[in-house]
């Protein structure tokens, strides 16, 4: 079976086990963080404002409890033509939380694959500099959204694209806890 079929039925070599080093690269880039500013981040979703799955993902998101799980939101701006200047309107919003809810909520276009954000008319050479850098992360991990990077209470890192067997509810009893301070040693 190809890879790409094997990603649609949760077999795919994609999903696995991440070193520490791709977690921490992930932390640094341009993000949306849900999370208390004391937590530490459990997962992180690599997605783009325009992707009708990353909005069925918000949809499974946006409800008690997963609303309260410490989370980085990065977007990587390559769908469409808008993705970019979408992405940098999220990028700008002064609530993550609500601009990631007004995208991909009601107002998102399943048929025409477009988020409900208004994109941005002046995307600066530093805002594209740093979407550069989530698309190069976010590729090399495997270039497809979303893509979901989370950490174990083990302290592993890791990846799954695309909708994990079992949906992302699976993923939850895994979860390291929010405030968790330190790895254990591997």
Not at 57 to 82: I, N
Not at 84 to 110: T, W
Request: with cysteine; net charge positive; glycine share 6%.
């Amino acid at each position: 079976m190809p890879a790409s079929a094997k990603m649609l039925v949760g077999e795919s070599p994609l999903d696995g086990e991440r070193p520490l080093s791709t977690w921490l690269a992930a932390q640094k880039l341009a993000a949306l963080k849900l999370a208390n500013a004391d937590a530490l981040i459990q997962i992180i979703f690599f997605i783009d404002p325009n992707c009708p799955a990353c909005a069925s993902l918000w949809s499974w998101f946006d409800t008690q409890p997963r609303r309260k799980l410490a989370s980085l939101w990065v977007p990587v701006a390559y769908m469409r033509p808008s993705s970019e200047a979408r992405a940098v309107a999220l990028l700008r919003a002064a609530d993550p939380y609500a601009a990631l809810a007004h995208n991909y909520g009601k107002g998102f276009d399943h048929q025409s694959w477009e988020g409900a954000i208004e994109p941005v008319r002046d995307v600066s050479p530093a805002e594209q500099a740093r979407l550069k850098s989530n698309r190069q992360l976010w590729t090399a991990l495997f270039g497809a959204t979303p893509l979901v990077l989370y950490r174990q209470g083990d302290g592993t890192v890791w990846q799954t694209v695309g909708l994990p067997p079992g949906g992302f509810d699976t993923l939850l009893p895994r979860l390291a806890a929010p405030k968790l301070q330190a790895y254990p040693g591997k």
